[in-house]
């Protein structure tokens, strides 16, 4: 199996403008899981969906991130507007089924936003 | 709230030293413990991971934890480092159940000089 894959791995944009990051979970897997990783905050989770249904998106830091997930092999999560403090690196994880499973990560989307 | 502490922040050790990291969790109710592993340019990886039975939990590349109940801490030991296991270590608490969040504490860079 190839993993979790993730796209772009990098991706640097200005303020103001919308940033969609892809994820494309391990094939089997019920659960999918986005992080997001800072100096200051460590990792965070983000948005925890379940047979591509959103269960805990308490972490979505306010309503310019919005994360979809339309079927079981594609997930993203979209800022709109980005601002500055946006900049981080976002992992998407997937795992069998919930919490209990092991989660496995992808590589990682690293944000810059001027 | 839940929380996960990681005391040691950087850690500097030379080869064949050995290592014990510390992990402490706030929440009193049945708890699943792990660690994870973020080599230098790599996305994170399962070390080991408790969810019950025989406490002292055994992982890969040498690597064990032992969860202790009443000092609520899942450390993490390994005899004798290797340069390469220089990396970022998380350790990450979820309750039972599947309904828990995955919490994870801010991470421990470990430094093996060679």
């Known amino acids: 199996d190839a993993g979790v894959i993730q796209s772009p791995r990098h991706e640097v944009t200005e303020m103001g403008q919308e940033v969609t990051l892809r994820c494309k979970p391990i094939?089997?897997?019920?659960?999918l899981f986005w992080y997001r990783q800072t100096m200051m905050r460590g990792l965070e989770l983000l948005i925890y969906f379940n047979n591509n249904v959103p269960i805990d998106d308490s972490g979505m830091p306010e309503d310019r991130f919005s994360a979809k997930m339309p079927n079981a092999s594609f997930s993203t999560l979209k800022i709109q507007p980005s601002e500055p403090r946006d900049s981080a690196v976002y992992f998407c994880?997937?795992?069998?089924?919930?919490?209990?499973?092991?989660?496995?990560f992808g590589p990682g989307t690293r944000l810059t936003v001027l | 709230a839940q929380s996960v502490s990681q005391h040691n922040h950087h850690v500097i050790l030379s080869e064949a030293a050995s290592l014990e990291l510390g992990c402490n969790y706030s929440?009193?109710?049945?708890?699943?413990l792990f660690w994870y592993v973020q080599y230098p340019g790599q996305h994170l990886q399962l070390l080991l991971k408790?969810?019950?039975?025989?406490?002292l939990v055994k992982g890969i590349k040498g690597f064990e934890a032992e969860f202790i109940k009443s000092k609520f801490s899942f450390n993490l030991r390994k005899p004798s480092v290797q340069w390469s296991d220089t990396a970022e270590y998380f350790c990450?608490?979820?309750?039972?159940?599947?309904?828990?969040?995955?919490?994870f504490g801010q991470g421990t860079t470990l430094q093996v000089k060679p």
């Open positions: 094939s089997g897997h019920n659960s």
């Open positions: 990450a608490v979820t309750r039972s159940g599947n309904t828990g969040k995955l919490i």
């Open positions: 408790y969810f019950s039975g025989d406490p």
């Open positions: 929440y009193g109710g049945t708890v699943n």
């Open positions: 994880a997937s795992a069998r089924q919930g919490w209990k499973d092991t989660q496995y």
